[in-house]
């Protein structure tokens, strides 16, 4: 069974505070890690890392990928308001009808205050 | 609006009713996901198609759970029997084959069970 575990579950800052989200993972099979951002509505997709893919950038967020230690860590810098929001990892299994199925992680709720 | 859509967004049901959501995805995507969502965690995998096949279905909560794609492009799902326990959001979503970080979630559909 797949397993994702996010730390912490809440988080709240101030504006311009920076924020470490992390996300440890078990998977048979790794093929991908990826991040969403949710606002009271659909996920919407930050990043995904792969073997291949270990660092991703996005204006303030970044993201890497520790496969040696199954973890992965969601950075944003400057944070503003509009960054409050529950954050997602998911891992996808590689091989056949597993491609794209996704197991999520509980959610980090980040809160940023003015 | 070219997004995946869900309908309906919200449902109210009695205890022992049974309910059927629908899920229009991104009409060039072939496959179609459905996951369930419960307050406070991440959404969990229930099934998914590739055109009309249905690939996985062993994660479907129970037997009252059933889900059908008769023509490769809309999706329903339905809950026989409602519980209490049901209530959570129905979140669906379309990818590209193979294609993890393209796979666009639609708004959901929040089901109450009375």
């Known amino acids: 069974e797949d397993k994702v575990v996010q730390s912490p579950l809440s988080l709240v800052v101030h504006e311009g505070d920076t924020v470490t989200l992390n996300c440890s993972y078990e998977?048979?099979?790794?093929?991908?890690l990826l991040w969403y951002k949710q606002e009271k509505k659909a996920p919407t997709f930050l990043f995904m890392l792969?073997?291949?893919?270990i660092e991703k950038k996005s204006g303030r967020l970044s993201s890497i990928l520790d496969k040696k230690e199954l973890f992965s860590i969601l950075n944003i810098t400057a944070t503003q308001t509009g960054d409050s929001a529950v954050y997602l990892c998911?891992?996808?299994?590689?091989?056949?009808?597993?491609?794209?199925?996704?197991?999520f992680g509980q959610g980090t709720i980040l809160t940023v205050h003015p | 609006d070219t997004g995946v859509s869900q309908d309906p967004r919200h449902k109210i049901t009695k205890r022992g009713q049974n309910v059927t959501f629908r899920c229009d995805p991104i009409?060039?995507?072939?496959?179609l996901y459905w996951y369930r969502q419960t307050l406070g965690q991440g959404p969990e995998f229930l099934t998914y198609?590739?055109?009309?096949?249905?690939?996985?279905k062993s994660r479907l909560l129970s037997d009252r759970f059933s889900a059908e794609r008769p023509k490769g492009s809309f999706s329903t799902l339905e809950i026989q029997r409602t519980e209490q326990g049901d209530s959570a959001m129905y979140l669906c979503?379309?990818?590209?084959?193979?294609?993890?970080?393209?796979?666009?979630f639609g708004p959901g559909t929040r089901l109450t069970v009375l």
């Open positions: 009409s060039e995507h072939n496959r």
């Open positions: 998977v048979t099979n790794f093929r991908s």
């Open positions: 979503a379309s990818s590209w084959t193979f294609q993890a970080d393209t796979q666009y």
């Open positions: 998911a891992v996808e299994r590689a091989g056949g009808t597993s491609y794209g199925k996704l197991t």
């Open positions: 792969t073997s291949s893919g």
């Open positions: 198609f590739q055109n009309e096949a249905q690939l996985e």
